[in-house]
Antibody, heavy 119, light 106 residues
Framework: QVHLVQSGTEVKKPGASVKLSCKTS????????ISWVRQAPGQGLEWMGW????????DYSQNFQGSVTLTTDTSTTTAYMELTSLRSDDTAVYFC????????????WGQGTLVIVSS | SYVLTQPPSVSGTPGQTATITCGGN??????VHWYQQKPGQAPVMVIY???DRPSGIPERFSGSNAGNTATLTITRVEAGDEADYFC?????????FGGGTKLTVL
């Protein structure tokens, strides 16, 4: 059974960085890609980027190019998302989601991590 | 960049049919996926590849895609279907979501 378990709530000050984790299990990590999706309070879903579990290739949304870094640890089948230079409008729930390589859809999602950016 | 347009809200009466549209330029040439999100929860995929249903999703959920509009249809609407629904496509290695539609069951 596929599971994506995300790290807990983070509270950060403006200008700081945050690194979130997404521990996966139940599937062959190298056959999948992990995406990160942001949802601001009361808003829709915003895709940030994805990373291949096979070769760590990444693609980023233009909106996050330069401020987001996606990485993986294949030994623990964990994906990470680091967001730098945080601003108050980065306050949101951040989801990780898995997609089989080439599939184009997100078959499983993590429970989400709330990031609060406040001085 | 590619844009997907959804109506902000749709309402349905229990037992009736609700339809949610997702508009995009020549979207019929792309594969469209749909997600249901209830308050405080992660999204759940309800339709993939335009009209396929994941295991565990009721047959009441169906999808179609042609021309400039993809459609999610929910027949025999139930109170438990009240949620936000998002369409999604891949466009040149980039993921695009629609703005979401809130389905209210009256």
């Amino acid at each position: 059974q596929v599971h994506l378990v995300q790290s807990g709530t983070e509270v950060k000050k403006p200008g700081a960085s945050v690194k979130l984790s997404c521990k996966t299990s139940g599937f062959i990590f190298s056959n999948y890609a992990i995406s990160w999706v942001r949802q601001a309070p009361g808003q829709g879903l915003e895709w940030m980027g994805w990373i291949s579990g096979y070769n760590a290739h990444t693609d980023y949304s233009q909106n996050f190019q330069g401020s987001v870094t996606l990485t993986t640890d294949t030994s623990t089948t964990t994906a990470y998302m680091e967001l730098t230079s945080l601003r108050s409008d980065d306050t949101a729930v951040y989801f990780c989601a898995s997609s089989r390589s080439g599939a184009g859809y997100f078959e499983s999602w993590g429970q989400g991590t709330l990031v609060i950016v406040s001085s | 960049s590619y844009v997907l347009t959804q109506p902000p809200s749709v309402s349905g009466t229990p037992g009736q049919t609700a339809t949610i549209t997702c508009g995009g330029n020549n979207i019929g040439s792309k594969s469209v996926h749909w997600y249901q999100q209830k308050p405080g929860q992660a999204p759940v995929m309800v339709i993939y590849y335009d009209g396929d249903r994941p295991s565990g999703i009721p047959e009441r959920f169906s999808g179609s895609n042609a021309g400039n509009t993809a459609t999610l249809t929910i027949t025999r609407v139930e109170a438990g279907d009240e949620a936000d629904y998002f369409c999604q496509v891949w466009d040149n290695s980039i993921v695009v979501f629609g703005g979401g539609t809130k389905l209210t069951v009256l």
